[in-house]
């Protein structure tokens, strides 16, 4: 069993969180001391997150990340350091064992969250699987990804609600699908951030309305998520990739107090 497979179980809150991207090595290093410093400060378990690519862009000249090779160098690094568990996006299969040997949570994309040879192939790893479900998908269809999973040998496996199309480049959430997938028996994580874009509404890029961001992850909370799914980023207008939605160090830090004080309220 590794470090991460009882977060989300028995009441074992955690955050993954992150920038979108790998935008530099030092950069990443940095972003990652103070997200560690403030979920030790409120004992909240972290799982860094970074792409080393961001395969699913708007347009072809988007920023997608500094690739495999040194994408996972500097996760690797982040992770020694540090000594916090990482998770990063798979996207083809020849990327998994690659991305395995850094990685301790494999995270499949809302996109490809029906590929069964990807599925299969990151269950194989033997890491932890976190699977966002996708955006055209109802919450009860991810019983077929967790049995997919399950076959393949996958031990834990997490489900992430990260919103649904609600017409052209715009998604709602239904707190419904956090108690429906978590019949499945997995953890299921609240994406915060991405709940909040809004799909290639600016043409070659995607919008969003980080001012929400707070206001669904207390609803999350309320509707009993197991965890957290926050991008951030120390100067959000300026990131390299979803700038629109990423949260600043200080919204952070604030969220995270809501969702501690709302859980510490229902369990009373």
């Given at each position: 069993?590794?470090?991460?497979?009882?977060?989300?179980?028995?009441?074992?809150?955690?955050?993954?969180?992150?920038?979108?991207?790998?935008?530099?090595i030092?950069f990443?290093?940095?972003?990652a001391?103070?997200?560690?410093?403030?979920?030790?400060?409120?004992?909240?378990?972290?799982?860094?997150?970074?792409?080393?690519?961001?395969?699913n862009?708007?347009?072809?000249?988007?920023f997608?990340?500094?690739?495999?090779?040194?994408?996972?160098?500097?996760?690797?690094?982040?992770?020694?350091?540090?000594?916090?568990?990482?998770?990063?996006?798979?996207?083809?299969?020849?990327?998994?064992?690659?991305?395995?040997?850094?990685?301790?949570?494999?995270?499949?994309?809302?996109?490809?969250?029906?590929?069964?040879?990807?599925?299969?192939?990151?269950?194989r790893?033997?890491?932890?699987?976190?699977?966002?479900?996708?955006?055209?998908?109802?919450?009860?269809?991810?019983?077929?990804?967790?049995?997919?999973?399950?076959?393949?040998?996958?031990?834990?496996?997490?489900?992430?609600?990260?919103?649904?199309?609600?017409?052209?480049?715009?998604?709602?959430?239904?707190?419904?699908?956090?108690?429906?997938?978590?019949?499945?028996?997995?953890?299921?994580?609240?994406?915060?951030?991405?709940?909040?874009?809004?799909?290639?509404?600016?043409?070659?890029?995607?919008?969003?309305?980080?001012?929400?961001?707070?206001?669904?992850?207390?609803?999350?909370?309320?509707?009993?998520?197991?965890g957290?799914?926050?991008?951030?980023?120390?100067?959000?207008?300026?990131?390299?990739?979803?700038?629109?939605?990423?949260?600043?160090?200080?919204?952070?830090?604030?969220?995270?107090?809501?969702?501690?004080?709302?859980?510490?309220?229902?369990?009373?």
């Open positions: 069993m590794n470090e991460v497979s009882q977060l989300g179980r028995n009441g074992k809150f955690f955050v993954i969180a992150g920038p979108c991207v790998v935008e530099g030092e990443l290093l940095s972003a001391k103070t997200i560690k410093a403030i979920t030790d400060e409120l004992r909240v378990p972290l799982v860094f997150k970074s792409s080393y690519d961001k395969a862009r708007s347009s072809g000249k988007s997608r990340g500094l690739g495999i090779k040194k994408g996972l160098e500097a996760m690797a690094l982040v992770k020694k350091k540090l000594g916090i568990p990482i998770l990063t996006d798979i996207h083809e299969i020849g990327e998994v064992k690659t991305a395995a040997k850094v990685a301790d949570v494999l995270q499949v994309p809302a996109f490809l969250s029906r590929q069964t040879s990807l599925l299969t192939a990151a269950a790893t033997g890491r932890a699987v976190n699977v966002k479900k996708g955006q055209f998908m109802a919450p009860w269809e991810m019983e077929n990804v967790v049995e997919k999973l399950w076959k393949a040998g996958a031990k834990n496996v997490w489900l992430t609600e990260r919103g649904t199309t609600f017409g052209y480049n715009n998604l709602v959430v239904d707190y419904r699908g956090i108690p429906e997938m978590q019949k499945t028996g997995c953890p299921v994580i609240f994406d915060g951030t991405h709940s909040v874009q809004q799909p290639a509404a600016k043409g070659t890029t995607s919008g969003g309305t980080r001012e929400h961001v707070p206001t669904l992850v207390r609803a999350a909370m309320a509707a009993g998520a197991d957290l799914f926050l991008e951030v980023h120390p100067n959000p207008l300026k990131a390299k990739s979803d700038a629109a939605t990423q949260i600043t160090f200080e919204t952070f830090r604030q969220v995270l107090k809501d969702s501690l004080a709302i859980r510490k309220a229902l369990q009373k």
